[in-house]
């Protein structure tokens, strides 16, 4: 038996492709913004950032990485509302976390810092959020809905294949390391694309209702203005053409 399709299916579904649009069209327009000159990775790019500088700005994002896998990833799992949800969501965030464990992207991470001449105990993981700089974000994750959080995670993964090459090959240029030693960058910068489809998709499912979707661009506006994504989220230079609006066909009129 065909499966019988209302209007009003017809306009839910035009309405989540409209939004999707919009999301992806969001992300693009961050990485267009305009660089300023202090921007670390401008400098990075043009030789300009000690060594000792880039050190405290990747030892600063470690925090946040952190934070990011311990935190906001098992929020996200376990406030899913279905299972189908949750399924779907392990593709993106299973990977984060090995295996192995030396595969895990913190650790892999932490191998890239110990190139740069980080000790081991400056890279430890921290016993407890709550006594790190990172607290604070910690913190507000805690009170994130579960759209809130896709949102952050969906911001958190776009930035992969829109800037990490050129940071990896400015980083290998400017301090003398190796691919395998940015493998971190090159890995998310290919990575990540599937993880953004996944994530606009899910997103423009359960976010059914304007206030659900005023809640999801809130948070992309915040997320995209905050720490790290700040400083990756604008236009670098040498920075992909890859465009999230590009991959959905655009809403017919109605």
């Not at 976390?97 to 430890?124: C, D």
């Not at 976010?207 to 948070?219: K, M, Y």
Request: glycine content about 4%; aromatic content about 10%; hydrophobic content about 45%.
């Amino acid at each position: 038996m065909r499966e019988i399709v209302t209007a009003s299916d017809v306009a839910a579904e035009t309405e989540r492709r409209a939004f999707e649009l919009q999301m992806r069209m969001l992300a693009d327009s961050k990485f267009r913004r305009a660089a300023t000159d202090d921007n670390p990775f401008v400098r990075l790019q043009r030789d300009e950032l000690p060594i000792a500088e880039v050190q405290a700005v990747y030892l600063g994002m470690l925090e946040s990485l952190w934070v990011f896998n311990r935190v906001l990833l098992s929020r996200v799992l376990a406030m899913a509302p279905s299972v189908e949800a949750r399924a779907e969501l392990l593709p993106v965030v299973s990977v984060e976390f090995g295996p192995p464990i030396e595969n895990a992207h913190p650790e892999i991470f932490r191998r890239f810092l110990r190139k740069l001449g980080l000790t081991a105990e400056a890279t430890a993981e921290p016993t407890s959020f709550d006594s790190v700089d990172a607290a604070r974000e910690a913190s507000a994750m805690r009170q994130m809905t579960w759209l809130e959080l896709l949102a952050r995670l969906l911001v958190g993964e776009t930035m992969g294949p829109k800037v990490f090459m050129p940071i990896a090959h400015a980083l290998q240029k400017s301090y003398g390391l190796t691919r395998e030693d940015v493998f971190y960058f090159y890995l998310h910068a290919q990575h990540d694309r599937r993880d953004t489809e996944i994530l606009f998709a899910l997103i423009g499912r359960y976010a059914t209702s304007e206030r659900d979707r005023e809640q999801v661009l809130r948070t992309m506006n915040r997320s995209y203005d905050e720490g790290r994504y700040r400083l990756y989220g604008c236009a670098l230079k040498g920075a992909t053409e890859y465009q999230y609006a590009a991959r959905v066909t655009r809403p017919a009129e109605v």
